[in-house]
């Protein structure tokens, strides 16, 4: 069973969470930036974060773009960083509807031994949705990220 907090912290915050995960939920308010914590019944842990770049706008356009990603990064019980996982979207809006246009992927491994072994992106309306599944000797680890538009340019998880 997974304990999901949803924390927006400032960078001292973070560093603490990294060294003791936390056991409560905690809300910080913070720009652009959301950070998750997925705390797992084995003392590994995910940190998942979101941010937001700033909408272009154009003064002769009536719909304006804004770009997202969300990354997860895998930690073992240890707090040692192994892997992450991260799905970017570009999305259009105008007020009144909201489409994805563009889904990326990318991933780093800190550790030996893992692997990357697929992964799967797809947007749909105004979502993107990515699918990581990672290796390391017989242990397996997935994550399912995404992130969708509203029709007034609020990303947001998916």
């Known amino acids: ?74 930690y073992s019980a240890s707090s040692v960083k192994e892997w992450d996982f991260t799905v970017k979207g570009t999305f259009s809006y105008d007020g009144s509807t909201a489409k994805a246009t563009a ?12 692997s990357l072994v697929s992964r799967d992106s797809s947007k749909s309306g105004a979502k993107v949705t990515a699918t990581g599944n990672f290796k390391y000797k017989t242990m397996t680890k997935s994550t399912t990220i995404g992130l969708k538009c509203s029709p007034s340019g609020t990303i947001s998880a998916a």
């Open 103 to 114: 889904v990326s992927t990318s991933y780093n491994i800190y550790v030996a031994g893992w």
């Open 1 to 74: 069973m997974k304990h999901k907090l949803t924390i927006c912290m400032v960078i001292l915050a973070l560093v603490a969470l990294m060294v003791t995960p936390v056991s409560a939920a905690t809300t910080f308010i913070q720009s652009d930036a959301l950070t998750e914590i997925e705390v797992y019944d084995d003392g590994s842990y995910a940190v998942i974060e979101t941010t937001v770049t700033s909408p272009s706008i154009s003064t002769f356009a009536t719909a304006q773009t804004k770009s997202a990603s969300r990354t997860y990064t895998y």
